[in-house]
């Protein structure tokens, strides 16, 4: 091995506005050096992935590649620099061959454009027998499971001379053996002297393949550790800081009686037999990876999916929603994921949006009432402190809290029963942060029944009285707030099951 | 300084570049032609855009909704042989409602297919176009149709009559732009067609009935067609069968140059009655200078394309697309 | 085995057609031939490479994430100055050889509305839907700027002689059609252009990402329509030796619901040209079985017009992810 790192990150800074996204991230990997990176959500590594991809430009910092100062214009300069990523979103044809997703845009090629067929094949049979995949690269991709979906971009990385590959949480979809597969792969790739770099939240996986762990909290780099000399405390505290129910201890709720409550839910291969209650005055936070299942649950409750088998219950009666009309009607609320997509429209100003859903009874005549939709704007822009120029404003133009914050009045001036509010904070600046957090535990000490869906465990310890942990579709775990911690929270949503005696 | 300056002017002429082209349009054909600016024509040229601008209202909502609707040309055909053809078989008073029922039941079979089974509207549109063109001529036979006792009937008060000293048309559409724009702007269905046509899926998950909103908007499109085909029938008590062929065209091109986005979400009545006037004073414009017919499809082509990409231009930021 | 299926699903609807029409002619029909004679069925072929050639062009605009709405008026205009530019006095010392200049003008001016639409669809941005629906448009009126509302002819008894000439009983439209269905087949299977056209219209951020320069593609592709549409207008129109200025109205129809048939996806990415050859045959089939039992142009139009649309509902039907997807 040599001493020139494959690649190398130096005070990198990147901010967008309200959020100093990277404060001057240091990191390097070295050839044939498996580095795990580890931050929670925000934490700044999909930032820091962006940078090194080509996709934004850093403000400040430099990139070097085998001690070679490089600026990364675009992925495609990326990959021709040697630095390749593997990300969760795949990138593939589905109409074409694995050989042609492989070799996409690099075809080889005969005279008069025509493809060269057997050359095509055989590179692309080799790369793939590397792989040690069982699949013939003549297979249609459309066709092909996940897990060798994810074989072909892995093969399409290695068409080039890599000097770094990136993983970015490549055994989501994975089964146990199909991880094996994958983990040689990477060994093989450390022996070749590629540097690899393994972003992840599984602490198990991250034991097992690196070599060295860096941590990212809050946009900045916390150390790093070598992975043989460390273990689940030590990088847990580096992630995870001080611990937080020091500060704001959770008010206690008053409960009420039970709200909602799912029997045996399921929803094909999204999630099964998920059973659990919330009553009225508490706040029962999800907390899993991505593809855990919350989301698709809160898509069921709020009408989006049909469930294939399970009850749903309110106020102990059983209901069907078939709609988000019937959810409404029932008393159910989402504030959605993706706030620009799913919860605004963004053409339109504060008020039309926080008014959408009532619309129809907010009349004088067969008329809008203005009078009335500027009521619900001025009321619930006091209450949660929205800051805009004026109910004219193009929510367009908000900054991420704000908006959040339009979209969290719309559905509180409908007065629901259960409220479900998925990613409460996702991109937004932490002081709106905390007077979100704070106000969903006022939500709570009013009455309401409150479901929070979070990826941030800060933000799940804060809110939470109670916290279910899921994994791959299925309830891991309930936890109470005093029996929940940063580490058999951890452990749960990587699919461990203990006994309560954590 | 300069660099923000252009940027400026830029994004001025973009966003009022159609109406800054439309002045120069103006100046340019009354330099031409004298006549252009004369109350004779000008009453001539908003007369005879009522028809258009009457179906030019009903496709501003299923625009604004996000959809299109290519075959409201061959549907007002439809709605004109109809409404000729049952004159003389159930007389005036009956036919006029059946040839609405029957255009709207048109509509409504579009609406369904669009709004319920989510098929593309254009594709969908396309189809229908050809379709109910077919359907046109069956019923029709392949023959016009005429009026027997022309001077007999009171249908022809629609479109040659006046109250007041204003031609019909002109107070048909002015009454039905009033009520349409009251139902755009000021009632919650309107706001639902600005949701819908804004954020779809934003529109579902607040609980918005997105297909019947859909479905709503192209029975007002049909609706509007009918009418036009009333006052068509009205005016000439008589009719080719092909009457509305390459209305549709026309009928977007002035959506379009009134200001709204083909994407959805924007858009007004008012905006588009400008639009219809727009091109109707350079449609005449272009004839009075002495320029045929068909010089206005291609003018009508470079407005279309100017139109939108500007409006896209203005909402990327960008002139030139940033595709490599 | 599924794209196969789709694939094959077009032709088990041609041969149900044949048996349908088969059938039906013998109660229905004022003709006393069968409606499957040979005679018939070459007929066939021949009357469908109209439509057919531009097809396969629409074909790969479509695969491609596009579709071309001004087709129809491109066959026009280069019919017209295929006729018209034979009568020019620069060639007027050729002789025969003013056929080949006729041609090869035409065939340039459906290169160059080609390259016009493609370059509005790269370098605004606007969809291409919306640039050849403008297109439609305008290049049909300058169809009607040629020559008003007249007809423009030009008889010249060798061309037709060329355009009419058969080899073994197979007609010159015939021939052409399978040439092309062939060298499209060919460039979309076998090229790297083609094979880039699937990735850009199935995932376009992929294909910027590998480095696939996506305008010019879209251009080429766009030039490459206009090319076939000016071929087929040169294969009609050398026989008939007269053009209106309002034919090829609604060809576009005629082609996309061939495509869209033949199981081409709207949305780009999937699509097959031998499946487009299967979409011609049966829209063609169609209008010949229907007139075989007495229907007329009308209701020809109606009937197309409700396949098209009971095309892209089966399509929808079929391409529904089930339980992955969202009521919105």
């Known amino acids: ?502 | 300084m300069a660099d923000t300056r252009a940027k400026t002017i830029g994004q001025f002429l973009a966003r009022q570049g159609i109406l800054v082209a439309f002045v120069l349009f103006m100046i340019g054909f009354a330099l031409a032609n004298g006549r252009f600016l004369g109350i004779d024509n000008i009453m001539g040229v908003v007369r005879s855009s009522a028809i258009l601008g009457v179906i030019a209202l009903g496709v501003t909502f299923v625009v604004i909704s996000g959809n299109l609707d290519l075959s409201v040309g061959s549907m007002m055909s439809f709605s004109t042989i109809v409404v000729l053809d049952l004159h003389d078989k159930i007389g005036p008073a009956l036919a006029i409602p059946a040839m609405f029922a029957m255009t709207m039941a048109l509509g409504a079979l579009i609406g369904f297919l669009v709004g319920y089974l989510k098929l593309n509207s254009l594709i969908v549109t396309l189809g229908m176009l050809s379709a109910i063109h077919g359907l046109t001529l069956t019923y029709s036979g392949g023959k016009n149709m005429d009026i027997d006792d022309k001077a007999g009937t009171w249908f022809s008060f629609f479109g040659q009559g006046s109250v007041l000293g204003i031609p019909v048309p002109i107070l048909v559409i002015a009454l039905l732009a009033i009520l349409l724009s009251l139902l755009l702007s000021r009632t919650p269905f309107g706001r639902k067609v600005y949701a819908v046509g804004g954020n779809g899926v934003a529109a579902t998950f607040s609980g918005i009935p997105r297909a019947r909103v859909v479905f709503m908007c192209y029975l007002i499109s049909a609706f509007c067609v009918a009418v036009a085909g009333l006052l068509q029938a009205s005016r000439s008590l008589g009719s080719q069968n092909t009457v509305g062929q390459g209305m549709e065209l026309d009928v977007l091109a002035a959506v379009i140059l009134g200001g709204a986005s083909l994407l959805g979400g924007s858009g007004t009545i008012f905006k588009t009655v400008i639009g219809v006037l727009i091109l109707g004073f350079i449609q005449n414009g272009l004839l009075l200078v002495g320029l045929a017919f068909y010089v206005q499809y291609v003018v009508t082509w470079v407005i279309i394309i100017l139109a939108v990409w500007l409006d896209i231009a203005a909402k990327r930021g960008r002139l030139l697309s940033p595709i490599a | 085995m599924k794209p196969y299926l789709k694939q094959s699903a077009i032709w088990g609807f041609v041969v149900l057609e044949l048996i349908f029409f088969s059938v039906a002619g013998e109660f229905l029909s004022l003709s006393d031939k069968a409606f499957m004679d040979l005679d018939n069925m070459l007929l066939l072929f021949k009357q469908s490479a109209p439509i057919g050639i531009i097809a396969l062009g629409m074909t790969v605009v479509m695969i491609n994430g596009n579709i071309d709405l001004s087709v129809g008026a491109i066959f026009a205009l280069c019919a017209i100055i295929m006729l018209d530019s034979m009568k020019w006095p620069i060639f007027a010392g050729l002789g025969d050889w003013v056929i080949l200049v006729g041609w090869l003008l035409a065939l340039a001016t459906g290169m160059l509305l080609g390259l016009i639409n493609g370059l509005i669809v790269w370098k605004t941005g606007v969809d291409a839907f919306i640039v050849t629906l403008g297109s439609m448009l305008g290049y049909r009126g300058l169809v009607f700027m040629y020559n008003g509302e007249n007809p423009t002819s030009n008889l010249n008894w060798t061309m037709v002689d060329i355009a009419e000439a058969d080899i073994l009983g197979i007609e010159t439209p015939t021939i052409v059609f399978v040439i092309c269905t062939v060298l499209v087949w060919l460039l979309m299977t076998r090229t790297v252009h083609g094979r880039n056209a699937y990735a850009i219209g199935d995932n376009r951020e992929a294909a910027v990402n590998a480095g696939i320069r996506v305008g010019p593609h879209m251009v080429w592709n766009f030039v490459l329509i206009g090319f076939l549409a000016a071929l087929s207008a040169v294969v009609f129109y050398s026989a008939s030796g007269s053009v209106n200025p309002n034919d090829g109205t609604l060809y576009e129809l005629w082609v996309i619901t061939a495509v869209v048939l033949g199981g081409t996806k709207l949305t780009g990415g999937s699509g097959s040209v031998i499946a487009t050859f299967g979409g011609v045959i049966a829209i063609q089939l169609l209008r010949k079985g229907l007139g075989h039992i007495g229907a007329d142009t009308a209701m020809v139009n109606l009937v197309i017009g409700l396949i098209l649309i009971a095309v892209l509902f089966l399509d929808r039907q079929l391409n529904r992810k089930g339980k992955e997807e969202l009521r919105t």
Not at chain 1, 123 to 142: E, H, N, P, Q, T
Not at chain 1, 287 to 303: H, K, P, Q
């Open chain 1, 1 to 502: 091995m040599t001493d020139i790192p494959a690649l190398r990150l130096q005070d990198i800074v990147k901010t967008f506005p309200g959020v100093r996204a990277l404060d001057g991230v240091s990191f390097q990997v070295m050839p044939g050096e498996v580095h795990a990176l580890l931050g929670e959500n925000g934490a700044g590594k999909s930032t820091l992935m962006k940078v090194l991809g080509g996709i934004h430009q850093p403000d400040e910092g430099k990139i070097f590649i085998a001690e070679q100062p490089a600026v990364m214009k675009s992925p495609l300069d990326a990959k021709s620099k040697g630095v390749v990523f593997i990300h969760q979103e795949l990138s593939l044809a589905d109409e074409l061959s694995a050989a042609e997703n492989i070799y996409l845009g690099q075809l080889p090629r005969k005279s008069f454009g025509r493809v060269d067929w057997k050359a095509l094949y055989e590179k692309s049979d080799a790369i793939l027998a590397r792989l040690k995949c069982s699949f013939d690269s003549r297979k249609l991709v459309g066709d092909l499971s996940i897990a060798n979906k994810q074989m072909v971009e892995i093969a399409r990385a290695l068409t080039v001379d890599a000097k770094a590959v990136i993983f970015d949480e490549p055994t989501a979809s994975l089964t146990d053996a199909e991880k094996v597969v994958l983990f040689d792969v990477i060994n093989d790739l450390r022996s070749d002297g590629v540097g690899v770099v393994y972003i992840s939240h599984r602490m198990d996986e991250i034991f097992t393949i690196s070599d060295k762990i860096s941590v990212l909290r809050d946009g900045s780099y916390r150390g790093s550790l070598v992975t043989a000399d460390t273990d689940e405390d030590e990088v847990t505290k580096l992630m995870i800081g001080r611990s937080l129910d020091s500060e704001n201890p959770i008010v206690p709720a008053k409960k009420g009686p039970i709200a909602l409550e799912v029997q045996g839910l399921s929803c094909g291969d999204l999630f099964q037999n998920v059973s659990f209650k919330v009553h009225e005055g508490e706040v029962v936070g999800f907390y899993g990876l991505v593809g855990a299942g919350r989301t698709e649950i809160a898509e069921t409750l709020f009408g989006l999916r049909a469930p294939s088998a399970g009850k749903i219950l309110l106020e102990g009666k059983e209901v069907k929603i078939a709609s988000p009309i019937e959810a409404i009607a029932h008393g159910i609320s989402l504030v959605p994921e993706d706030r620009k997509g799913q919860g605004l429209v963004l053409g339109m100003n504060c008020k039309e949006n926080m008014t959408l859903p009532q619309i129809s009874d907010l009349t004088a005549g067969p008329f809008v009432s203005d009078g009335a939709e500027v009521a619900i704007f001025d009321q619930y822009r006091d209450r949660l402190q929205i800051k805009t120029p004026g109910w004219r404003q193009k929510v367009g133009n908000l900054s991420g809290g704000n908006q959040q914050k339009i979209v969290i009045g719309k559905w509180l001036s409908m007065a629901p029963k259960v409220l479900i509010v998925d990613e409460p904070t996702r991109g937004i600046d932490v002081g709106s942060k905390a007077e979100i957090h704070n106000l969903i535990r006022d939500l709570a000490s009013q009455g309401y029944a409150v479901i929070v869906i979070s990826s941030e465990m800060p933000e799940v310890l804060r809110v939470s009285d109670r916290v279910v942990a899921m994994f791959h579709g299925e309830i891991i775990r309930e936890f109470t707030a005093d029996e929940v911690n940063e580490d058999n929270l951890v452990q749960a949503i990587s699919g461990i099951r203990t006994t309560k005696v954590a």
